[in-house]
C-alpha cells in the first residue's frame, strides 16, 4: 500500500493550496480517509477525515470553514483544500487510510491502518 501526498510548500499566510493524496495498492473506495499534522516535538493532530462514499465529512474546529477534505474514488485520490492559511497551519501534512469505519474514532492516529510520508505546508505571515 502506498500513499502519496503532494501540494505542499511555501505559502503566503492568506494562500490557498489543495494537496492532493493517491493511494495506489488499495482498494481506496473501501475506505474511510484523514489528513493529518505535525510539527516537531508534538503529537500528530486531526485535521479531517471523509466517509467512503465522501458524503459524510468531520474537520477539526480550528480548520472548519476554512479547509475541506474531499475525494475522488476514480482517482483513487483524496484531497485537502486549505484556504485562509495561518502560520499556525505550518506542519507537515499526512493523508491516511482508516481502519474504522466509525466517525468519532478516526479522530485519533491509531485509528489508521496506511500513511503516506507527509507534504511539509509552510506558511509565512
Known amino acids: 500500500v502506498q500513499l502519496q501526498a503532494s501540494g505542499g510548500g511555501s505559502v503566503q499566510a492568506g494562500g490557498s493550496p489543495r494537496l492532493s493524496c493517491v493511494a495506489s495498492?488499495?482498494?481506496?473506495?473501501?475506505?474511510?480517509m484523514g489528513w493529518f499534522r505535525q510539527n516537531p516535538g508534538k503529537e500528530r493532530e486531526f485535521v479531517a477525515t471523509?466517509?467512503?462514499?465522501?458524503?459524510?465529512?468531520y474537520s477539526r474546529d480550528s480548520v472548519k470553514g476554512r479547509f475541506t477534505i474531499s475525494r475522488d474514488n476514480a482517482r483513487n485520490t483524496v484531497y485537502l483544500q486549505m484556504n485562509s492559511l495561518n502560520p499556525e497551519d505550518t506542519a507537515v501534512y499526512y493523508c491516511?487510510?482508516?481502519?474504522?469505519?466509525?466517525?468519532?474514532?478516526?479522530?485519533?492516529?491509531?485509528?489508521?491502518?496506511?500513511w503516506g510520508r507527509g507534504t511539509q505546508v509552510t506558511v509565512s505571515s
Open positions: 491516511a487510510a482508516a481502519s474504522t469505519l466509525i466517525l468519532t474514532t478516526r479522530r485519533t492516529p491509531d485509528a489508521y491502518a496506511y
Open positions: 495498492e488499495l482498494t481506496f473506495s473501501s475506505y474511510a
Open positions: 471523509i466517509s467512503r462514499s465522501g458524503v459524510v465529512t
